[in-house]
């Protein structure tokens, strides 16, 4: 089983974003185990990644359409051991030196998007790259 970590700054506060983030992982349930790490501030999250190999989600990383989203995320999942890791970072952006440190650096899109939107978004892409590497229906 995949094991999916994120690490982000703030809370998700919207109870509709909770609850659509509750859906995507009840799907993602039978194929990956999802676990949230909350930071209270940019200043946590050198300490939280500090042992961590991670994907940073940063407006200037690298952007795939869906279907290179996948095959990248499978490869990344296949080279990690099966766990991965997504930072998403304050409203700031990531630090320089720890930016640095990212296994690699990936952008949702070149929007702007809320902290606690980033979070639905990634996780929608997460399951959309699943079920592209199973053919379904889903990606149309």
Same mark, same amino acid.
């Given at each position: 089983?995949?094991?999916?970590?994120?690490?982000?700054?703030?809370?998700?506060?919207?109870?509709?974003?909770?609850?659509?983030?509750?859906?995507?992982?009840?799907?993602?349930?039978?194929?990956?185990?999802?676990?949230?790490?909350?930071?209270?501030?940019?200043?946590?999250?050198?300490?939280?990644?500090?042992?961590?190999?991670?994907?940073?989600?940063?407006?200037?990383?690298?952007?795939?359409?869906?279907?290179?989203?996948?095959?990248?995320?499978?490869?990344?999942?296949?080279?990690?051991?099966?766990?991965?890791?997504?930072?998403?970072?304050?409203?700031?952006?990531?630090?320089?030196?720890?930016?640095?440190?990212?296994?690699?650096?990936? /952008?949702?899109?070149?929007?702007?998007?809320?902290?606690?939107?980033?979070?639905?978004?990634?996780?929608?892409?997460?399951?959309?790259?699943?079920?592209? /590497?199973?053919?379904?229906?889903?990606?149309?």
């Amino acid at each position: 089983m995949f094991k999916v970590k994120v690490i982000a700054v703030g809370k998700c506060k919207e109870e509709w974003l909770r609850i659509a983030i509750a859906e995507y992982e009840k799907r993602l349930s039978p194929l990956l185990q999802m676990s949230w790490i909350q930071a209270d501030d940019d200043s946590q999250l050198p300490l939280l990644l500090r042992n961590e190999t991670f994907i940073a989600l940063d407006p200037a990383g690298i952007s795939y359409d869906s279907i290179a989203f996948s095959q990248h995320l499978l490869q990344a999942i296949e080279k990690t051991g099966s766990r991965i890791t997504f930072a998403i970072g304050g409203p700031n952006g990531f630090p320089t030196d720890l930016l640095q440190k990212a296994y690699l650096k990936w /952008s949702l899109s070149p929007l702007t998007f809320t902290h606690q939107l980033t979070r639905l978004v990634l996780i929608e892409q997460i399951y959309r790259s699943l079920e592209i /590497s199973k053919k379904s229906p889903y990606h149309k």
